[in-house]
Structures are given as structure tokens and as C-alpha cells.
């Protein structure tokens, strides 16, 4: 008997639980389903911490295609599992699946946490509030005091984070979008979270257009994935940065993207998306459990240390 998980599960493993599961000490009660799901860091995290809490499950990661996400669903739930996260494709579609959802997952449009209880399927998304909570350790502010300017608004990603800082009631959010009619869209879908004439406006992705919503932001959040490329263009061109700005970059690999590099040059605070990823596996962990999550074991398991 011992823990030897595989790196990655799939349907078929799935489909033959019992059988594949037998000798695990700790049997998987949690996942994450994605397509591709391999680079997933989360068993990294969640792993210790159901250790350090005394839990007899173990987290795995489970590739899940498109086309088999209600069998994958209805397989777990058989097999006893507390519920699972969900990546890239499958926050819309878990979405549409959950039969009970958190404001913030329906504000988002997009479920990344999911727990079996009783026969029902209860949907979160933890991006929003995770980011919420990054930001908080990272600078020491919280939303409703800050003028926040997203780029990549549109994205699922930009989404959470738009929702967040609006249900915290921000002072003034600015969104920007490679896709203009996305972030246009959003602005009216949060409207009434941020009432008062031009509190919340989608501007177009232009030089001027940045170095004036930049003189009076607080926050700038990169929700896009430009950066995870060498020869990605710039989020925000460096020279709009300044010293005052808070700077988040939601990427975390390359853990410096040119962004955070401009950010540093211009003397800003400034901290990459992996802490992100921590806060939302954190406030996952909690959503299953109902108690508080070992956030000290989690960073380190996700940090490699
Ligand atoms: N740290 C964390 O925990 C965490 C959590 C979630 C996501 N992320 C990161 O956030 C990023 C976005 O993820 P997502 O799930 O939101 O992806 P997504 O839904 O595919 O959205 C991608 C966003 O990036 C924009 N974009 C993509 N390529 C672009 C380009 N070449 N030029 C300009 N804009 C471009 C898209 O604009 P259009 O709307 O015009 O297509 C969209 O706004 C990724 O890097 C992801 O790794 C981090």
C-alpha cells in the first residue's frame, strides 16, 4: 500500500476506479480536470495540505476533452470524490453544469471550484476572490480604496478580476481589451456594482488613450497572457509606468515577464500571478472543507520548497 499517484488520469482510469485506485493509501477524493492539464501546479499545494490537516484523500490531476466532461462528472461524483477544480476549457462548461452557484461564479460566468454535496453540484470561482487576496498580501491595500486599470479585460482571467474589484466597490475601474467589444460588454454587465457617471469605462488599447487612465490609476492588473512568450508585446508601454503604481502581473512563468521588468525599472510595487494561484487553491480548500486552509504548507508546495 502507498500514495503513488500518476502524474495525469484519465476517463479510462476513471471508468475503472476501484481497480486503479486499489492501492493508494490515500484515495483521490479531489482533482483537477483540464485539457491539457499536465503543467497543472495544484497537487502541489493541495496534496500537503490534505496531509497536514489529516485527510484521508489525495488530489490528482484528471484530463478531461471536451467532449467528456458530464461522463468525468458523473464518474467522480460515483466514486466519492468532494469535488474538483476546473482549468482550461472547462470553467464555461462547468459553469453551465453546477446546479447551485456563489454570486461571484455567476457574476464571473465562470465556475473553477466545485463541490459534491448531496447530490448536487455547488459551483465558485476562486480567481476573483484568490486575486483579491494576492493582491492584499502582495501590496498591503485592498480594492474599494484603489483606482484599478485590467488589460485583458475580456479574457476569463480579466472577467474574475473585473467582478471582484467591482462587488469590492473600487473607486474607479478601467478596463482594456485586445477585443474592445468584450471589455465594452463587461462595463454594463457590472454597471450596477459601480454606480456613478464614469466609474467604470472600457478604453481602447492606445498609447494616449493608457498614459492618460494611467496618470490616475492605482493598480494596473495584467489579465492577458502576453508575456509568457519572449517576443510577446508590451501590456503597457514602460515608460507610462511610475514609481506609485501597483503593478500585477497574472502570469507566473516566466515568473519575470517584461512587464514586471519595466514595473521594477520604474521603482513600482510590483508581484507575478503565482501567489494568485495560490489564494484561489486556498479558498478552494475551504469551500470543500469548511475550515481553514494550511496557507504556510500550501505556498511552500506550490513555491517547490
Ligand atoms: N495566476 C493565476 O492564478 C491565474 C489564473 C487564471 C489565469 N491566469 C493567467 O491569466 C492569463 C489569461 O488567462 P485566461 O484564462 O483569462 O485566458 P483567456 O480567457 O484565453 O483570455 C486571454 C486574454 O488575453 C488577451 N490576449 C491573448 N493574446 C493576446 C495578444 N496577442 N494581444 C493582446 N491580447 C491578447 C485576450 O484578448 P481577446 O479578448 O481580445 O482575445 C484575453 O483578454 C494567462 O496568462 C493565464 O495563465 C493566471
Redesign the pocket.
Known sequence: MGNHLKEVYTLSDLAEWSEVSRDLEFPARLAVIGDPVAHSRSPQMHNPALRATGGNASYIRLHLREGELDEGIRLMEAAGFIGFNAT?PHKSAVFERVDEMTETARRVGAVNTVAFREGRLIGHNT?AP?LQRAVKEAFSVDFCDLRILIV???????R?ATVQAAMEGCRRLVLV???VS?AGELVREIADLLPGEGRVVAVPWEDAELARELECTDLVIN????G?KPD??PVVPGHLLRARHLVYD???SPPETRFLEDARNSGAMCAN??D??LW?GVLAFEFWFDREAPVEVMRRGLHGM
Open positions: 482550461i480567481d484568490g485583458g479585460a475580456g479574457g476569463g482571467a480579466g474574475a481589451n485586445r477585443t468584450k489579465a492577458t497572457s502576453l509568457m510577446d508585446r497574472m502570469v507566473y500571478g503565482l494568485m494561484l484561489q
